[in-house]
């Protein structure tokens, strides 16, 4: 059972538009955690939300976590190349971190 | 440079043949976890570690074993390894509510 369902699960766009990525659950996380991946490598963390309706912002990456704790999002203002990566929710349950299956995003010039 | 280091980065095994996968980390973070990623599967958590001497199974921990006897390493041992093992496995290590260090996978093979 997937206790987090990210949508879409592949986005192709150019370079310039923007984007958002959800991530949805019946269940309610302590917090979540936003990670990207490129091939070959392991994730990286861009943010950790612990409040309902907490936002964060990182450069043109914007994340927000729901009031209920249940889902996030993350919007991405004017995608470049470098954005390109998958992109992964993961939702903390101590002590345990459950993993999206992730969003691939291809940002092409 | 500290992080998480995990060796090896490429593995070939036979269907049947046992093998540890390395996981050392040197951060002194207490939890530590090991995740295979599969095409379309997203990472799923087969053991993990909220110290030493502490382990406890994930989502998949079948055919997988795990040991924390320091607060460093955390190696996965495959006990007679099988075609669908085939995956890209990582570790990771964070400490308290911080996110995860994970290290750079290693993609193993099973014939």
């Known amino acids: 059972t997937q206790l987090l369902e990210q949508s879409p699960q592949f986005l192709s766009i150019q370079e310039g538009e923007n984007l958002t990525v959800y991530c949805n659950s019946s269940s309610v996380f302590s917090s979540l955690q936003w990670y990207r991946q490129e091939p070959g490598e392991g994730p990286v963390l861009l943010v950790t939300?612990?409040?309902?309706?907490e936002v964060k912002k990182l450069k043109r990456l914007t994340f927000q976590f729901g009031d209920a704790r249940k889902d996030s999002s993350l919007h991405i203002t004017a995608a470049q190349p470098g954005d390109t990566g998958l992109y992964l929710c993961?939702?903390?349950?101590?002590?345990?971190?459950?993993f999206g299956k992730g969003t691939s995003l291809l940002v092409t010039p | 440079n500290a992080g998480v280091t995990q060796t090896p980065k490429f593995q070939v095994l036979k269907t049947g043949q046992s093998m540890t996968l390395q996981c050392a980390q040197d951060m002194n973070h207490e939890y530590m976890s090991w995740y295979r990623q599969d095409p379309g599967m997203g990472l799923r958590l087969i053991h993990y570690?909220?110290?030493?001497?502490?382990?406890d199974q994930g989502e998949v921990p079948n055919g997988y074993n795990v040991s924390r006897s320091t607060t460093e390493d955390f190696p996965l041992r495959l006990l007679s390894a099988a075609p669908s093992q085939t995956s890209v496995y990582f570790c990771?290590?964070?400490?308290?509510?911080?996110?995860?260090?994970f290290g750079s996978g290693t993609r193993l093979t099973v014939v």
């Open positions: 939300v612990v409040t309902g309706g």
């Open positions: 990771a290590s964070r400490q308290g509510a911080d996110g995860y260090t």
């Open positions: 993961a939702g903390v349950l101590p002590p345990k971190l459950n």
């Open positions: 570690s909220v110290g030493a001497g502490i382990t």
